[in-house]
């Protein structure tokens, strides 16, 4: 079992930028494949970006390349999310996810999910 709590959330005005931190629970963090996930009000879920247990290799989605980055502290079983040019388009709750096969996250469908933090961009 892996829980992930996220932080890191909150109201930011467009242009500004704010990191995101998921920290999992249990000792095989690195085992796992790790991402972030965002759903809006009234949309389906997205990808934000994913990164494989070793952090070597990350991919994100080409709305957020160049603006998003995916990172990990494997020794501190911890996922970030640095997002830079806010855009109100971008509000959303942001969900960590977990997965034993990048590809999961890929599809969204991780093994496991944290509660989502809130972040509002304001124009």
């Known amino acids: 079992q892996v829980q992930l709590v996220e932080s890191g959330g909150g109201l930011v005005q467009a242009g500004d930028s704010l990191r995101l931190s998921c920290v999992a629970s249990g000792r095989t963090f690195n085992n796992y494949a790790m991402g972030w996930i965002r759903q809006a009000p009234g949309k389906e879920r997205e990808l934000v970006g994913a990164?494989?247990?070793?952090?070597?290799?990350?991919y994100s989605p080409y709305p957020m390349k160049g603006r998003f980055t995916i990172s990990r502290d494997n020794a501190k079983n911890t996922v970030y999310l640095q997002m830079n040019s806010l855009k109100p388009e971008d509000t959303a709750v942001y969900y960590c996810?977990?997965?034993?096969?990048?590809?999961?996250?890929?599809?969204?469908?991780?093994?496991?999910w944290g509660q989502g933090t809130q972040v509002t961009v304001s124009s």
């Open positions: 996810a977990a997965a034993k096969s990048l590809q999961n996250i890929v599809i969204l469908t991780p093994d496991y």
């Open positions: 990164t494989i247990g070793s952090g070597k290799s990350t």
